[in-house]
């Protein structure tokens, strides 16, 4: 095949796919130059997850004609000059791509009306071409309109999930960018109904409260770093207030929402290595910022990477920063002092050399070696400071964390299990009876039997999960399901995102005997629910639930009642529950009676047999 030079709208509709891979992404992209265009008030409209209509309305500095005729050229923008610029980038956008990407395919609409000018002008353009302008006599500032998304590249537009999902990333992505421009008004509206809507506020905690929720806001401490090239606003949750997800984990480097670098995933989760449990997670807003020339921003079409040139300094601060406060978080009548500088280390076998700090720190029973802060004498106990330190050189003799972590995916299935399993061949109900002799219950979490010659160690909320499951699937099947009514409805609140899927999934949890119902906007109420779930909060389970919902339009209805299900019996289990004889030998005897019993449903074991001979041949019996 001869070498052709490819036609610009060819080359326009490739670039498309770079920039804009689904409705979410040409959202953000208006978002941002809204942002650029110094906004205070800003409002999206969707109509069908933005497949059928987005449209982005602002009030900040518009165009002129000459500007908006270029604005959807590619490679036009007012942002930078030439490559030096880049190692100055201010601005959220600065490619001169996304314009041009999302004109090329959709039928594209601006509207925009200078300050002070009389009128304003629209270009309107189908997939690029057509372009035309005309006068227009709209309100100041600018409006944009994409119909029909992806109209010219059906490609693109098979690889789309469900609405509800496309919709619920649109929503995410405009939380993200609410949640780092707090001084501005956002509005998102979708199919005529308003999702949410925030005002301008100059208290961080207050647009986190109207996004992420009060009872979330409520949760959260927060500590500040200053370093002359990079400071950090940082608010997280403590070691009692832990989540079952990693969805409250933000980060915003120049009021820019990106990704978690692996280093920072590692950096966060060392740090709360001991204060929450290995399968919890923390809620966390990182607010990072830095001198421009550090960081580079222009390593990903999306913007959605950031690369850092002083990895190993921003991993220290945060790092230490995020330990100490839990430790003081622990230990209030330890006082803490952090530097406000990177620190310069150097190595010296196990120890770790740091300049530019002094480690002040008192407590009544010891002392640690530690980097340290301060907690503010003020009306918020949950605030936290640093303090300029001067000038020393000391010696901390506790090694930092090797940066090359991985964060390991929560993947329940059986394989986790294996080295377990395949020890536990012989483990059948047929070598088991109901003569079973409960022995008694240690660490709040394990019953030691014996049965027929050999000792069972069982994990009870495995098994009591297991037994629930296969009682709630068998109770589904024969539709008698017992339903439990709340004298006191419970209400509770979510974030929009997290409301579009709880809507899209009322009826799966209505026909599975959770009654849940909207009850305002993006606030709902449960008033009934399966019987055999017990008396824990149904919130905190419905919660629990949505977070392992992916509700994507290629996983079948009966998939997703089994996740549900799956995900109430988990939820609904206790840790650390005392259990009577009786109870003991009444789970152990149901678990016997399930198809699978000896896994929990979501592949853990739940019981350990070690058989005499073997106790015989660890004790050189034999």
């Known amino acids: 095949m001869p070498i052709n030079i490819l036609s610009q709208e060819t080359i326009n509709k490739i670039a498309a796919g770079e920039v804009v891979e689904r409705p979410s992404n040409a959202v953000k992209e208006l978002v941002e130059n809204s942002l650029d265009a110094f906004a205070s008030s800003i409002t999206v409209e969707i109509e069908e997850a933005g497949k059928k209509l987005i449209r982005v309305s602002d009030n900040g500095f518009a165009m002129d004609r000459k500007d908006l005729e270029l604005s959807i050229l590619r490679h036009a923008t007012s942002k930078i000059d030439d490559f030096n610029d880049l190692s100055h980038i201010h601005s959220l956008g600065f490619r001169g791509e996304a314009l041009a990407s999302i004109a090329a395919i959709s039928n594209f609409e601006m509207?925009?009306?200078?300050?002070?000018?009389?009128?304003?002008?629209?270009?309107?353009?189908?997939?690029?071409?057509?372009?035309?302008?005309?006068?227009?006599?709209?309100?100041?500032?600018?409006?944009?309109?994409?119909?029909?998304?992806?109209?010219?590249?059906?490609?693109?537009?098979?690889?789309?999930?469900?609405?509800?999902?496309?919709?619920?990333?649109?929503?995410?992505?405009?939380?993200?960018?609410?949640?780092?421009?707090?001084?501005?008004?956002?509005?998102?509206?979708?199919?005529?109904?308003?999702?949410?809507?925030?005002?301008?506020?100059?208290?961080?905690?207050?647009?986190?409260?109207?996004?992420?929720?009060?009872?979330?806001?409520?949760?959260?401490?927060?500590?500040?770093?200053?370093?002359?090239?990079?400071?950090?606003?940082?608010?997280?949750?403590?070691?009692?207030?832990?989540?079952?997800?990693?969805?409250?984990?933000?980060?915003?480097?120049?009021?820019?929402?990106?990704?978690?670098?692996?280093?920072?995933?590692?950096?966060?989760?060392?740090?709360?290595?001991?204060?929450?449990?290995?399968?919890?997670?923390?809620?966390?807003?990182?607010?990072i910022t830095i001198d421009p020339s550090d960081i580079d921003v222009n390593i990903h079409p999306a913007k959605r990477e950031v690369k850092f040139a002083t990895e190993n300094g921003m991993y220290d601060i945060i790092y230490k920063a995020l330990r100490n406060a839990l430790i003081s978080c622990a230990h209030p009548e330890i006082e803490?002092?952090?530097?406000?500088?990177?620190?310069?280390?150097?190595?010296?076998?196990?120890?770790?050399?740091?300049?530019?700090?002094?480690?002040?720190?008192?407590?009544?029973?010891?002392?640690?070696?530690?980097?340290?802060?301060?907690?503010?004498?003020?009306?918020?106990?949950?605030?936290?400071?640093?303090?300029?330190?001067?000038?020393?050189?000391?010696?901390?003799?506790?090694?930092?964390?090797?940066?090359?972590?991985?964060?390991?995916?929560?993947?329940?299935?059986?394989?986790?299990?294996?080295?377990?399993?395949?020890?536990?061949?012989?483990?059948?109900?047929?070598?088991?009876?109901?003569?079973?002799?409960?022995?008694?219950?240690?660490?709040?979490?394990?019953?030691?039997?014996?049965?027929?010659?050999?000792?069972?160690?069982?994990?009870?909320?495995?098994?009591?999960?297991?037994?629930?499951?296969?009682?709630?699937?068998?109770?589904?099947?024969?539709?008698?399901?017992?339903?439990?009514?709340?004298?006191?409805?419970?209400?509770?609140?979510?974030?929009?995102?997290?409301?579009?899927?709880?809507?899209?999934?009322?009826?799966?949890?209505?026909?599975?005997?959770?009654?849940?119902?909207?009850?305002?906007?993006?606030?709902?109420?449960?008033t009934a629910y399966p019987a055999l779930l017990g008396n824990m909060s149904m919130e905190q389970i419905v919660k629990a639930i949505i977070s392992d919902i992916e509700d994507d339009k290629h996983v079948e209805i009966e998939q997703k009642r089994d996740k549900i299900i799956r995900s109430a019996c988990r939820a609904s289990i206790k840790a650390g529950d005392n259990v009577s004889f009786i109870e003991a030998k009444k789970l152990i005897n149901d678990l016997f009676k399930c198809e699978c019993p000896f896994t929990c449903p979501h592949g853990r074991p739940t019981a350990y047999r070690i058989s005499l001979s073997e106790l015989e041949k660890f004790f050189k019996r034999k």
């Open 336 to 526: 803490i002092a952090y530097p406000s500088s990177f620190a310069e280390m150097s190595r010296d076998k196990s120890e770790i050399q740091l300049r530019d700090a002094s480690i002040q720190m008192t407590s009544k029973t010891e002392n640690f070696n530690l980097l340290e802060f301060t907690k503010q004498k003020s009306k918020d106990r949950n605030a936290y400071s640093i303090s300029t330190i001067p000038q020393s050189t000391i010696y901390v003799r506790e090694p930092k964390p090797k940066h090359n972590y991985v964060p390991s995916k929560q993947n329940h299935n059986i394989d986790r299990y294996a080295d377990v399993l395949v020890k536990q061949e012989e483990l059948t109900p047929e070598n088991f009876d109901n003569n079973i002799k409960i022995l008694g219950q240690v660490f709040g979490t394990y019953i030691i039997a014996e049965n027929k010659g050999s000792l069972y160690i069982f994990d009870q909320h495995a098994a009591a999960e297991r037994v629930r499951y296969e009682l709630y699937l068998l109770q589904m099947k024969n539709q008698i399901v017992k339903i439990q009514q709340m004298l006191m409805p419970e209400n509770f609140d979510l974030s929009p995102s997290v409301s579009e899927l709880l809507k899209a999934n009322l009826n799966l949890f209505n026909d599975l005997g959770i009654s849940i119902e909207e009850f305002g906007q993006n606030s709902f109420r449960i």
């Open 111 to 287: 509207k925009t009306r200078k300050k002070g000018e009389a009128s304003g002008w629209k270009l309107s353009a189908d997939g690029g071409k057509d372009v035309k302008i005309i006068p227009w006599a709209g309100a100041e500032g600018t409006i944009t309109e994409i119909k029909n998304l992806f109209f010219n590249t059906p490609a693109r537009q098979k690889f789309l999930k469900s609405d509800s999902t496309e919709r619920s990333r649109i929503i995410s992505s405009l939380e993200e960018t609410a949640l780092t421009n707090n001084d501005i008004a956002f509005k998102m509206i979708s199919e005529n109904k308003t999702i949410f809507s925030t005002s301008q506020t100059d208290n961080k905690l207050d647009r986190i409260a109207d996004i992420l929720g009060k009872d979330f806001a409520k949760k959260l401490k927060n500590i500040k770093v200053d370093h002359p090239k990079a400071s950090s606003d940082i608010y997280f949750t403590g070691r009692g207030d832990s989540l079952s997800n990693r969805k409250y984990q933000y980060l915003f480097v120049n009021s820019r929402p990106v990704n978690y670098p692996k280093w920072l995933t590692h950096c966060v989760y060392q740090a709360y290595k001991e204060s929450i449990p290995r399968d919890r997670h923390a809620g966390l807003l990182i607010y």
